[in-house]
């Protein structure tokens, strides 16, 4: 698609600062952005990449003095930024409706209107697939789920039996929903599955990234919450409950009956252990090994993961071990020396 930077500003309902007559066809990080590009501008720091941006145009939050680009000036960034990408995005052929020859259905399979079942995918008995949902290439749903509507099933993603997929799901390529989860007891001298009777829940609006495991529960369910949105390459163990508008980020861990709040961060190859509470609003950053409870909006780090405050200290500590460390080494010769001149006085 092209459009002149002033139509641009009108789909993003913002105001136009200098001359809007260029065409523009993509979106650009300031650095790079060609001359048929609009970019951004959303960080003081990113102050001088503006300057020399080759960009046609830049969108903002606040006119800049002095640019000498014109400006699309809106109420967020971010927000025109996704609009921008959603109008350049590459033009792909969308899925057909209808089930692919190869496909295998099980008995009982109901199908909602505008359904799209790629090659080779399999289906038990007494699975149901809602309106306009996708089905990609490969993938294997076990009897007794449900996906709903309006959600994807990207290439290869696996789901078990009697788990259940909301409305507005997305799940990437070789995803894996309502596996046996990760839970053995030892007897007799081995160690023996428990088993996973439950299953899987994902709300609406979730979406999950490649990768990605979420086991079934033992009883009950384990439960990804509406809004959720989760990275590649994450686990989520038997019977966790993640709440609603969650952010995880790729290689994080959660460990079985863990119960998320809602509007959680979890960063990435965060670790936590089994039948912890995180409360709402809570952020675990990058690499944290969470160990205990994390009360509601604390914000934690470390390994093991303490309070944000007091796990900076433990940090600033440790840089300066090395200087701590020289500097016992001078007291102990000094203290060596004095002791020697005491000896040398008797």
């Known amino acids: ?37 609009v970019t951004f501008y959303n960080n003081e720091k990113h102050r001088e990449a503006l300057g020399t941006s080759q960009a046609a145009a830049v969108i903002v939050s606040t006119p800049v003095e002095a640019l000498d680009k014109p400006q699309i000036v809106v109420g967020d960034v971010n927000a025109a930024l996704i609009e ?35 090659a080779n995918v399999v289906m038990g008995d007494n699975v149901r697939i809602g309106d306009g949902t996708m089905i990609g290439p490969g993938c294997s749903i076990g009897e007794n789920s449900t996906v709903g509507s309006h959600s994807r099933l990207d290439a290869n993603v696996v789901v078990y039996h009697n788990c259940e997929i909301g409305n507005h799901v997305i799940i990437h390529a070789n995803s894996t929903i309502g596996a046996t989860g990760f839970g053995y007891s030892f007897i007799d001298g081995a160690h023996r599955l ?24 033992k009883f009950g369910n384990t439960i990804v919450g509406a809004g959720t949105k989760i990275d590649n390459l994450v686990q989520v163990a ?36 089994d039948n912890l509470e995180i409360g709402s609003g809570a952020t675990l950053t990058a690499k944290a090994g969470v160990m205990n409870h994390v009360a509601p909006g604390e914000v934690v780090m470390g390994i093991p993961a303490l309070e944000y405050s007091k796990a900076r200290r ?31 006085k008797k």
């Open 1 to 37: 698609m092209e459009l002149t930077i002033e139509q641009l500003a009108k789909k993003l309902g913002g105001s136009l600062v200098g001359p809007g007559r260029a065409v523009v066809n993509a979106v650009g990080p300031l650095g790079s952005a060609k001359p048929t590009d």
């Open 314 to 344: 433990v940090v600033v500590s440790t840089m300066n071990l090395p200087k701590l460390v020289e500097k016992v080494k001078a007291l102990s010769k000094r203290i060596e020396q004095l002791e020697a001149a005491e000896n040398d």
């Open 238 to 273: 038997h019977n966790v409950v993640i709440g609603k508008c969650c952010l995880v980020a790729a290689l994080a861990g959660i460990s079985g009956s863990c119960r998320v709040g809602d509007g959680v961060v979890i960063a990435g190859q965060v670790g936590m252990a």
């Open 84 to 118: 921008a990408l959603c109008l350049f995005a590459p033009p792909l052929k969308g899925p057909t409706p209808g089930v692919d020859p190869s496909a295998k259905l099980g008995r009982s399979v109901v199908l909602g209107q505008g359904v799209s079942v790629g």
């Open 194 to 217: 428990v088993p996973h009777n439950g299953g899987v829940v994902i709300e609406d609006y979730v979406e999950l990234g490649a990768n990605c495991c979420v086991d079934r529960a």
